[in-house]
């Protein structure tokens, strides 16, 4: 079956099992070293089924790991979710004496290029999805300045250079969850920036918020749980702190 699809994404659950089975072989004897650490490589390069089933194919059935055909439902609110393939909804912002955005639902492409020039330009990845588990986002900042804006949980490698600029380091080496993306930061800032922020996405913002207030009503309650220091003074309205004038 795996032959019929060979273009079908494996995933990081498919090569583990497969990792899992060289490493069985290499125990049993099946495998020398040498092969192992071919085939171990092989594994987590493959992209595809049509690449990864071949690995395990001279090993017995028994062995053999079982690779979905078919693509399950990511659960909702997942990273899973978020890689979704495809070129990506833009490829590349500008920004000459003017300003860019990409921010909301959007797919990052593989590789974006973003200029600026006397100008800046913001890149939102909150919201957005991702063409791939890696992207590499390349930034070019002459006289302006480049923010990326990345949600928690999201793996960010900072590689560019700055003369007489800079590249922000704070978010590089914080490690990211399991099966979350990973951005790559490239480019040239030359009397500019390219700043690198965490930030959480609108809407946990905004449940955070009402969860904390909730909170903090629900104690003021606990604290005052017959109501005698309401608004209406411990008198009631007609006492001698909650009269009316």
Known sequence: MTDDLPELRASDADRERVAEVLRDALAEGRLDMTEFEDRLEATYNARTYGEL???TRDLPAANAPRLSMTKEPAERGSWAERIVGGEGTSTGAVGVMSG???R???TVPRRFTAFAFWGGGEIDLREASF????????CVAIMGGVQIIVPPGVEVDVR???IMGGFDQREAGTPGDPG?????????????GVAVERKLPKAERKRLK???RR????GEDSHDPHGIHGPQGPHGPHGSHGELN
Request: glycine fraction near 12%; avoid cysteine.
């Open 53 to 55: 089933a071949p690995i």
């Open 100 to 102: 860019f955005q990409r």
């Open 104 to 106: 909301g639902r959007w």
């Open 131 to 138: 063409a791939d588990r890696e992207v590499e986002i390349n």
């Open 160 to 162: 560019g250079i700055g």
């Open 180 to 192: 979350a993306p990973r951005v790559i930061v490239k480019g040239f800032a030359f009397w500019g």
């Open 210 to 212: 009402e969860e904390r």
């Open 215 to 218: 909170e903090r009503l629900e």
